[in-house]
């Protein structure tokens, strides 16, 4: 119904029907035309993944748990050379960096930015939400449903034009991408006319300029425009996801019978269809009564009983539901060991787990929304055009094992005479030193200057030739 009315308001607007819903049928026919009875959209993954299965939900929270808890800040660019050997280095490295990266990295960053931190053009988001909020809710959609909306709330007119007063994170699994009727999806324009949210029988249409839209690579394309929305990473664990919610209800089924279903029948002679109804109604009454001796009854002939289904631990649906687990986690990019796992779970994996999960997913998916608010937010604001907000994960528990590698190499390159005093506190984040003697190159021994090191004059022979 939705979708008829919004070809009917589209062929109003624009002359004949859009494409713009064949991607949840791209996604349906994609997984074999039926292969799985859950539906491949957006509330999908929402209904029957992260508002019912455990497992998706506790995977995605402490994802967007520690998104929201990772420091960023907003810095002045004053050396555009520095800025662009530093991008070459983040996106060579994306990930995890050696200790002579993070040295690089720190050198070039001190380098790149000025001292002026600025603060974040807009106190909150929007009067409903904290930028904590904003950042863990932009997490949970990405992996939900690999696509991020991002409305720009700007005065269409007065001192203010095309300056954003609010940002909204729009509904992922509600939003739909409406084509342009005259340009080609392999053009040098934008094929995207619109985003339109439906939800019911309302649509909300918004300007394609005012929505940053980030997703996840979709191989998934064709002349629909199925691949300008990203690939949910649970459209491929959808047989897994559907398994647990199976596994989960078979167990609660189980426990409410109190074991496994059968037939109960008479042994040498049959039980009569009155017979059968009365034992069955006393069973009933059995298992309603919290007497003890309500449990104890006669009948009058030999039954028997003939078991249908197997048994909880025949079918092993703990087995299963671990398999699943495991596959949930690894399409998510995350570590089943951290989701109270007893197996092969320690302390020492468990921080390497918890390093490997910040490096792998949560500082990736925090560069897609850093790119995409340097470029499309931050120069909107007068006095940020040449500035840069910056998420740094190095200040987190999890990664402070790096950072004292990074300061043992800091060290040992200023006992070698390689970097100054001044050079290294900005390494580690400590503020410079207004000291001359502080920018001197020297050396371990003695603190002597390099120039001082490498002069004969200073060397143990010099004062043997002044005794002779």
């Known amino acids: 119904m939705a979708n008829n009315r919004l070809s009917r308001i589209l062929r109003a607007a624009f002359g004949k029907e859009q494409s713009y819903n064949k991607f949840n ?17 957006g509330q999908s993954y929402l209904d029957n993944g992260y508002n019912v299965n455990p497992v998706v939900y506790s995977v995605i929270n402490q994802q967007s748990t520690k998104t929201a808890s990772i420091p960023y800040a907003i810095h002045k660019i004053e050396d555009k050379e520095a800025k662009g050997k530093l991008n070459l280095l983040r996106n060579a490295t994306k990930s995890d960096l050696t200790p002579q990266q993070q040295i690089k990295k720190a050198i070039l960053e001190n380098k790149a930015y000025s001292n002026e931190d600025l603060e974040m053009p807009l106190e909150t988001p929007n009067p409903m939400q904290t ?3 904003f950042h863990s809710l932009y997490k949970t959609f990405l992996k939900l449903t690999g696509n991020v909306y991002i409305y720009l709330l700007c005065p269409e007119d007065g001192i203010n034009k095309g300056t954003p007063i609010a940002v909204y994170l729009l509904p992922s699994h509600l939003t739909q991408i409406v084509l342009k009727s005259d340009v080609g999806l392999l053009g040098v324009e934008s094929p995207i006319q619109s985003y339109m949210l439906i939800e019911g029988n ?13 997703k996840y690579p979709n191989p998934n394309y064709d002349q629909d425009g199925s691949h300008l929305y990203g690939q949910s990473p649970l459209k491929s664990a959808l047989r897994n996801l559907q398994s647990s919610n199976k596994g989960l209800d078979l167990n609660i089924k ?78 998510l ?23 490997q999960v910040v490096t792998d997913n949560i500082q990736p998916d925090l560069m897609l929304l850093q790119d995409a608010l340097n470029t499309s937010f931050l120069p909107l604001f007068k006095g940020y055009e040449n500035s840069e907000l910056i998420y740094d994960v ?31 506190r900005e390494i580690v984040t400590f503020a410079r030193v207004d000291d001359d003697s502080m920018n001197i190159y020297t050396v371990s021994n003695d603190v002597l200057t390099l120039d001082e090191a490498i002069e004969s004059s200073f060397s143990i022979d010099e004062p043997n030739k002044d005794k002779e």
């Open 394 to 424: 190095s200040e987190l528990p999890e990664m402070q094992e790096d950072t004292k590698q990074m300061v043992d190499w800091a060290v040992l390159l200023l006992d070698r005479g390689i970097l100054n005093r001044n050079e290294v």
């Open 254 to 331: 189980t426990l409410q019978s109190g074991g496994a279903f059968g037939l109960i029948h008479g042994k040498s002679i049959p039980l009569q269809e009155g017979q059968a109804k009365e034992i069955k109604e006393r069973l009933v009454e059995m298992n309603n009564n919290s007497e003890d001796l309500a449990k104890i009854a006669g009948v009058s002939a030999e039954v028997g009983f003939t078991r249908l289904s197997l048994t909880s631990a025949e079918l092993q649906p703990f087995e299963y539901l671990k398999f699943d687990t495991k596959q949930i986690c690894n399409v």
């Open 131 to 133: 930028w904590s909020e």
């Open 25 to 41: 049928d791209a996604f349906f026919w994609g997984l074999g035309g039926g292969y799985t009875n859950y539906d491949t959209d």
């Open 202 to 214: 309302q649509y909300i249409e918004f300007e394609a300029n005012k929505v940053i839209h980030i």
């Open 333 to 355: 990019g995350w570590s089943d060991k951290l989701l109270n796992s007893d197996e092969g779970s320690k302390y020492d994996n468990v921080s390497q787990f918890r390093k």
